[in-house]
């Protein structure tokens, strides 16, 4: 049985990293237009490193929930399994998952906007810091921004396409084309799943709620006793 797992903020919720829509979510705190999108960082490109360094180093001290750890044991036990995510912390990876695919890109991870290299994110980028393959002041985090495009979306479309089962965790649907996955998943009448802390308003063949350090865990214990 195939399965694509597509994640968001509220898997690493409980590792203290902030979502996007919850009461005391990022939207609240900051004008997205400002520090995630293309036009923001032309505006005041300091302003948004500055907001992408206190999210590294918030997902640097953070650890890996009994969530992440479930998602990187299922994907150890079954090579018929591919994890999706929509977040920039690497907290999937340091609870074991390979292969994780950043959809909106990673906060680890730098960009130079002249030349496309990319190497480690430093725990504080600048505006002047040149690229080390075409020194270039172009350097900006590999994450995805409104307005561009999203990461892997062929290795995503084939995966949905081929998958038996979709499940949706800790993802509130409001961003496309993540949020179009659950749509085509069930138009080609594969079985739909939503776990999350509430339900997101999207339609899933089942739901459970709660938790993700409770109900991801419970859940993989299923999968993996077969
Ligand atoms: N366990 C499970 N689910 C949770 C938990 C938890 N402990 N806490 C919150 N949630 C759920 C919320 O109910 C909500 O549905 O996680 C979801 C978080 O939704 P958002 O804050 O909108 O985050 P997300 O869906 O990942 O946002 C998608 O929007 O701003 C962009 O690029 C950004 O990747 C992000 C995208």
């Known amino acids: 049985m195939k399965i694509v797992i597509l994640t968001g903020a509220g898997v690493s919720a409980e590792s203290g990293l902030g979502t996007f829509r919850d009461t005391d979510g990022l939207w609240t705190q900051y004008d997205l237009s400002e520090v995630a999108t293309p036009e923001g960082f032309a505006r005041n490109p300091t302003l948004v490193h500055d907001f992408y360094n206190a999210r590294r180093s918030n997902a640097r001290d953070a ?88 990461y892997h979306m062929d290795e995503i479309g084939a995966a949905l396409e081929a998958c038996d089962l979709f499940v949706s965790i800790g993802t509130s649907g409001e961003v496309y084309p993540a949020a179009g996955f659950v749509a085509q998943a069930r138009a080609q009448g594969t079985r739909t799943l939503e776990l999350n802390l509430e339900p997101s308003g999207a339609l899933f063949d089942e739901g459970r709620y709660g938790p993700a350090t409770r109900i991801v865990p419970e859940w993989v214990e299923g999968i993996l006793k077969g």
Not at 84 to 94: A, M, Y
Not at 111 to 127: E, F
């Open 63 to 150: 650890k890996p929930n009994a969530a992440h750890y479930a998602l990187a044991r299922l994907l150890q036990a079954r090579d018929d399994v591919t994890l999706v995510t929509q977040n920039v912390d690497d907290l999937h990876e340091r609870a074991g998952a390979t292969g994780v695919l950043h959809m909106h890109g990673s906060l680890m991870q730098a960009l130079c906007a002249a030349c496309g290299t990319r190497w480690p994110a430093p725990d504080a980028m600048q505006p002047e810091h040149a690229c080390p393959a075409c020194a270039q002041p172009e350097t900006r985090p590999d994450v995805v921004w409104f307005g561009e495009i999203p």
